[in-house]
């Protein structure tokens, strides 16, 4: 749909930027950290691991500082569960929960609002030995690891996160180092964990609105269309299927609390069906949230299933499709460039995913993620010419305008990432920050922070209120 005139960015909108602990903090084992799951993974040989990434930690002032120069309204990032609770539950690090309280001062300080992600991909290791999200008593590790952190930060944060890309992690947990190696009967156990993560989340979202009525919460999972590879009617059917098992499983629960039924009888069919203990549904069914936050790197394409060990193809990387036979078969979109990652560039998919989370929902979005990796040139002269990443954005803003002038509701965009970090598993040389961390895959050089072009169009951006993209 063509529109005339664009409706303009609504007032106080949340121009902001995005982060995780494990990937920008660094100090990992610092003041009484615990590790967690990605501290003690495997890491991809050749690139570094998550013990010092953007030392953060260390720099957040520094940081927080220009990302009040660029003008953010909003940043959002998240806690890592290791420094309050280093063993998962339990006694409480009073380190921990300082750094926290410092990093949000400082952050309002500046006038911008905190978006506080609770739990992003960073299980603590001591939980994961105990059966991870399969154990049942994870749902209470989680509940009492909330009521810490809105009896601390309550008074000062009004947006909360539940957890981040709970669907990756089930679906992609072997990429994102998440996923528990020792697993017999993986799939079983994945959807034994998500009904866990669900419960989990229900809980927290129901003591959040208790607690603290002035305070809002969502969830915040990866969505992104789902197209059939033609018109050919089972290659629509294969897209309806991938649509319910990757995007609307987590949001049907999260808002609607039921289980999504193509999914459920996806479950039964295989045998994955959960343990629900009684009162679950009601839980579920108990919990709404006021807005869904999402993440959106690129749409993906789906085929009719062949039926044979084809299918399964992929890399393993959370935003390339892995097919599952008899239900769907990843196909590449003729129509769209792909970074250097492999990721397929789809700006208009932004604008599409947009308006089908509203419609279904009709509930206020954020988004949360979205962004460019890209291996950025330090030149001379401190410069580094990101234009590649101010065209990636610059193209979803223009969509995310037109997605608003569809009606859709958008109070923030938060785009990965507010400054360099270390990739889910592709090293710190898939840059995505506004911000240049001065260190190579396993040098630390002087980690010196360097603005890139993107910061200052960023930043321009901020200022008109969206208005000069
Ligand atoms: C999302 C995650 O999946 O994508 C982030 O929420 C992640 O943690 C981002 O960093 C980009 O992916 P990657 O693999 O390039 O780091």
Redesign the pocket.
Known sequence: MKHTSLKTFPENFLWGG?T?AY?VEGAWNEDGKGPSVVDMANHVEGVTDFKVTSDHYHHYKEDVALFAEMGFKAYRFSIAWTRIFPEGTGEVNQKGVEFYHNLIDEIKQHNMEPIVTMY??DLPYALQQQGGWANRAMVDAFEQYAQVLFNEYGDKVTYWLTI??QN?MILHGD??GTLDPSLKDPKKDLYQQNHHMLVAQAKAMKMCHDKLPHAKIGPAP?IVSIYPATSKPEDILAADNYVAIRNWLYLDMAVFGKYNHVVWSYLEENGWTPVIQDGDMEILKGAKPDFIAF?Y?TSQTVQESTGDEEDKQGTG???LTIGETGVFKGAKNQHLKTNE?GWEIDPVGFRTTLRQIYSRYGLPLIVT?T?L?AFDKLEEGDKVHDEYRIDFLRKHLEQMQLAISDGVEVFGFCP??AID??????GIS?R?GFIYVNRDEFELLDMRRIRKDSFYWYQKVIKTNGQDI
């Open positions: 995005s995780s990937q992003h991909f981040n890309e990756m990429a994102i990866n993440n790197y990387d959370q935003h990652f993620e962004g990796g990965w990432s970090l270390v990739s889910t598993h592709q898939k995505y």
